[in-house]
């Protein structure tokens, strides 16, 4: 089905495709990388490819090694997707009106978490547009840059430090294309920074965004800028074992202190 949507696709149509579980996506690889990613390319732009493609993702679940992957790195590594990952509810309407308006395709990454939580959103027309970060909360001494379910961990931890470190908090909410002027503005700010994400702090986002700061903004940092993330090893079906691989308020206020305080 991932092939049909990506010829109705090239045929007019803006068909919209769901994965049950990102971890799924393996089996499609071939239509969603070498078709979808590259028609447009391969065309000289004279064929659009706009599909969305939904993907539910996250661990917390208790779903083990084969339902719980945080699998974005993949795609972000291939030229041709936009990537968004909503973390509230009013972003998960807006981003994926916007997703579905795009003329690309675009990988919409939901995590299951937020599926069990309510919150308002306004009635009328609106979106969020792609690729533009919202700051969740303001500070002064520290920017977290906290992805798709993570910031709710970086808004914990930012309240638990609250009167110790000020701690900005930036969701970026569209990975590709990421808009790292926000990031860069909030750390001329800070001069401090974590990222932090449920997917493998090895090899995953975070570090390319680490990246591209140190890359444009080397002399705003005051200490080493880094990644929280979850253990390079298969998720655990085990509840203590795999809170233990995941990040977390605590863990993410440990190393927001141990960067501070050097």
Known sequence: FTGLAAGAAMAGLRPVVEFMYFDFVGVAMDPLVNQM????GMSGGQLQVPVTVRAQTGARTREAAQHSQSLEAWFLHTPGFKVVMPATSYDAKGLLKSAIRD???VLYIENRQLYYETESVPD???TTPLGVAEVAREGRDITVVAIGYARKLALS???ALEGTVSVEVIDPRSLAPLDLETILNSVSKTGHLVVVHDAPA???FGAEIVRRVVAQG???LDAEPLVVGSAHVPMPFSPPL???CLPSAASLT???RKIINR
Do not use: M, T
């Open 37 to 40: 990613a590259k028609i447009a």
């Open 103 to 105: 003329d690309c395709p």
């Open 124 to 126: 009328g027309e609106w």
């Open 157 to 159: 931890a930012a309240q």
């Open 202 to 204: 090895s090899c995953g």
């Open 218 to 220: 080397f002399d705003l």
């Open 242 to 244: 795999e809170d233990a």
């Open 254 to 256: 440990a190393v927001i």
